[in-house]
């Protein structure tokens, strides 16, 4: 088979020679369009006559046909009038067109399609019903043809409502797929939810049974002395917000989680040197390569946990509505870099630091104290807390999308 580039020339002067539109470019040729095709066959067969009656109106109208069968439909009768009238056969298949591949084949079979309207024109090959005869010439051979014709796009459409009706069965089994891998995921997250609420409650019936005990034992002592009591110091300093680390982040690869159908694995760049990874439930509203190269939000100091098999460190922060149809990252001012901070403005903050480790499985932390006042306002999507603007270099960081809506 000739290389692409000579298949292009080849087709542009041969179809060039036909028709003036559409516009015979190398870029559609490399990768033909439907609608492209749809005008070089409608042209051709206005210039030649060439599969005249061959189509319904409905047909007709590039802009109606927007269902994959109707457009294999429409390409398989061509095809097939084309293989008729040469008395052979192309090697192409309109699935494949549609789809955008093997354009070289397409190619050919253009080249093919114009030397059949040639032949028709020039009243040559079966399906001639159109074309030149001498006066009292091959009329029943003409009708054999058309009846041939006939027969072939009665062939082409019962494939293509052949073609329509795997699809939809297609379709019908991934939706159902889909569902059921849907309803283990959620059933999968239900028991790990319970799991860990029976963690905290007990984590917080042993917190209970060591203060009765200190305080049987001689009472709560100080912030700096022995005895059980509660440890002083920058923890216990401002606001809960104000002890987590969140920065920028630039997502520089993900893929689909191997064991969890609603899971990512993430390597985000948040100016540290090297990339974490971080998994993220978002596979129900975005794709890989939606992700890969977009600057977010990232909370920094979650203690790492195992999601399925993997350990993800840090979190990356969302803006979902009501029923979480509507699911979108916390987006960050252009010019935002891996590493800068995100601030709540006008937030006394004075002298909080982050921790160290947030741990969300504690019954008291900075995450789980926070999360409740993270929201979108209402008029423009800016992201808050509290009331307080989100900003990254003075700048809010907002969720166009959703407005209104809840954070984490």
């Keep these: 088979m000739a290389d692409l580039e000579s298949l292009i020339a080849g087709t542009q002067e041969s179809l060039g020679a036909l028709i ?46 927007k269902d994959k069968a109707l457009k294999v439909e429409f390409l398989q009768r061509i095809i097939d009038l084309t293989n008729n009238q ?9 699935s494949k067109i549609v789809a955008g591949l093997e354009p070289e084949n397409t190619n050919m079979w253009l080249q093919a399609l114009a030397r059949a309207a040639v032949s028709f024109r ?8 159109g074309g030149k005869e001498d006066e009292g010439g091959k009329n029943d051979d003409n009708d054999a043809a058309e009846a041939e014709a006939a027969a072939a796009a009665e062939a082409a459409a019962r ?8 699809e939809a069965a297609r379709r019908a089994a991934e939706e159902q797929a889909a569902n059921a891998a849907a309803a283990a995921a959620q059933a999968e997250a239900e028991r790990a939810a319970a799991a860990a609420e029976r963690e905290r409650a007990a984590k917080a019936a042993a917190a209970a049974d060591a203060r009765s005990n200190d ?13 059980g009591g509660k440890k002083g110091g920058a923890a216990d300093v401002g606001p809960a917000f104000a002890h987590l680390d969140i920065r920028v982040g630039r997502i520089v690869k993900a893929w689909p ?18 990339p974490r990874q971080i998994l993220s439930g978002l596979r129900p509203y975005y794709s890989a390569d939606d992700l890969t190269g977009r600057t977010i939000l ?12 993997l350990e993800s460190h840090g979190m990356v922060l969302c803006a979902n509505n009501a029923d979480r149809s509507v699911v979108e990252f916390v987006a960050v001012p252009d010019g935002a ?21 947030v741990n969300p499985a504690k019954k008291k932390n900075a995450w789980t104290s926070s999360v409740d006042g993270l929201r979108t306002r209402e008029e423009d999507g800016v992201a808050c807390w509290e009331g307080h603007e989100l900003q990254v270099n003075g700048q809010p960081c907002r969720a166009p999308n959703v407005k209104g809506g809840a954070i984490a």
């Design 20 to 65: 003036t539109r559409p516009k015979l470019s190398e870029k559609l040729l490399g990768k033909p369009p439907f609608r492209f095709l749809h005008d070089v066959v409608t042209n051709v067969t206005g210039a030649t006559g060439f599969g005249e009656g061959l189509y319904e109106e409905e047909l007709l109208n590039a802009k109606a046909i």
């Design 86 to 94: 040469l008395g052979e056969e192309v090697d192409v298949r309109p």
């Design 122 to 129: 020039d009243g040559g090959g079966p399906a001639g019903g």
């Design 159 to 166: 494939e293509a409502e052949e073609a329509k009706r795997e």
């Design 215 to 227: 305080d049987g034992g001689g009472g709560k002592s100080g912030g700096g002395g022995g005895g």
């Design 257 to 274: 989680h191997p064991e969890a159908d609603k899971l990512f694995v993430e390597e985000i760049d948040v100016g540290e040197g090297a």
């Design 298 to 309: 990232v909370v920094c100091n979650l203690k790492p946990r195992k999601m399925v098999g």
């Design 337 to 357: 870099q891996p590493g800068d901070r995100l601030v709540a403005a006008g937030l006394d903050t004075e002298g909080a630091v982050p921790d160290a480790a």
